[in-house]
């Protein structure tokens, strides 16, 4: 890079040049909209009614801080984040990130392995466990076989684009949200009683520290340079991500708080899930509920399980390449043992996923530490002779004291009962 940048003299991208060079934040919304989003998206709504929306204020301003906040340090530095932190503070730092985001995909794993076998019992009414075995050998498949991936990508597309379609028509013919509910809500901040564990879960799905850590390395395979940190395309990256994952989430936590709150109905098991598409669907919906966590299931598991490895090969400094065989032969073990924890487990599939998605918010207290330390840094900051960016200073510190007091919070009360 220069000694010096003109930021002045950056042209702004147009809308067709934006949509060519963003892919990274849609990538992420994939892998966050899984069964775990789904599931604990739909608890929030049908436990706490309206009450909890206003969540999606502070994830909307986390998801884009923590994006925007790497995409910045990535771009500054030239490396990506974990690769950043090991230039910085050491090696025992960027294994300590790389450990932590690595373990919170871990966790996310789980919920997608156990989302796989939920879907399948809804549709074929199988155990869920060996439906979650017919899910993973596809995805096997699909990491050492040339071909199968894209092929089968383009039906999970479609699928999850009508999961989408089914969650806003149930909106629709349940008579809409609450409006004046939703506006009280969205002014009167409070967590409802027993709500921090979900309301974790909840807000670590939807805006982790991981994303942003991880779109850093995408962006590599993107090609992205220091003009489009600046000319509105990594801006616009992050800003679709948000959107796309809030759109998702939000409608099945209004379809939670419309179709099952107030019937007292919790969600404790797959058919459950299934209830929430029947003001739409009727006797239909179990099937579509199941085909759309089959879909979320797989996508995300496809997406996660290499994120998580491509987080641990940074840490440890060994390849981050996708085709690497570091990567492919770690993302089958990895699978192997989280389905052997998975199975393990006697209970609900369901409260198993929200105990997995609680667990993914290991990844902030460490990541966003050292992103938020580097962001402070004179030596990245202006080393192009740029103007410090107080504002994203800011709300980055607001974002990461907001994830940890939720993080500890809740740890608390979870060892405390």
Not at 371 to 389: A, H, W
Request: charged letters at 10%; one cysteine or more.
């Amino acid at each position: 890079m220069q000694e010096m940048f003109e930021q002045s003299k950056v042209r702004k991208a147009s809308f067709l040049e934006i949509l060519k060079r963003i892919g990274p934040g849609i990538i992420l919304a994939g892998v966050v909209i899984g069964p775990g989003n789904i599931t604990t998206s739909a608890m929030m709504g049908a436990n706490y009614g309206y009450q909890m929306i206003w969540l999606v204020i502070p994830i909307a301003v986390m998801g884009t801080t923590f994006m925007l906040t790497c995409y910045r340090v990535s771009m500054l530095t030239g490396m990506p984040i974990i690769h950043a932190i090991r230039h910085y503070y050491g090696k025992p730092a960027a294994f300590i990130v790389g450990a932590a985001t690595f373990l919170s995909c871990f966790f996310f794993t789980m919920g997608n392995i156990t989302g796989a076998g939920a879907g399948m019992n809804l549709i074929t009414g199988i155990n869920w466990k060996i439906g979650s075995i017919v899910m993973i050998a596809i995805t096997l498949a699909c990491y050492f076989t040339r071909g199968v991936y894209t092929k089968v990508e383009k039906l999970i597309t479609i699928c999850i684009f009508g999961m989408i379609v089914c969650f806003y028509a149930t909106l629709v013919s349940a008579g809409g949200p609450d409006w004046g509910q939703i506006g009280h809500a969205m002014t009167h901040w409070s967590f409802a009683k027993g709500s921090l564990a979900t309301s974790l879960a909840y807000v670590s799905t939807n805006a982790a520290i991981t994303a942003g850590i991880y779109g850093t390395y995408l962006g590599l395979e993107k090609k992205w340079k220091l003009e489009d940190l600046f000319n509105g395309i990594m801006a616009a990256d992050s800003i679709a991500h948000v959107i796309a994952v809030i759109l998702i989430s939000g409608a099945i936590f209004l379809v939670g708080a419309i179709v099952l709150f107030p019937t007292g109905t919790g969600i404790q098991t797959p058919a459950q899930l299934g209830e929430l598409l029947v003001p739409f669907l009727g006797s239909a919906a179990p099937i579509v509920m199941g085909i759309a966590l089959l879909a979320a299931a797989f996508s995300s598991l496809l997406g996660n399980t290499q994120r998580g490895m491509v987080l641990l090969a940074a840490g440890i400094d060994k390849p981050t390449q996708l085709e690497s065989n570091f990567i492919k032969w770690g993302s089958l073990v990895c699978l192997a043992i989280t389905t052997v924890i998975c199975f393990a487990y006697n209970g609900s599939p369901t409260q198993l996923i929200l105990i997995a998605n609680i667990s993914t918010a290991i990844a902030t207290p460490f990541g966003g530490y050292y992103v938020t330390r580097m962001i402070f840094r004179e030596d990245i900051n202006q080393k192009l002779g740029l103007k410090t960016p107080r504002v994203m200073q800011v709300f980055m510190v607001v974002s990461y004291v907001f994830a940890l007091i939720m993080t500890v919070s809740s740890l608390v009360r979870i060892i405390g009962g």
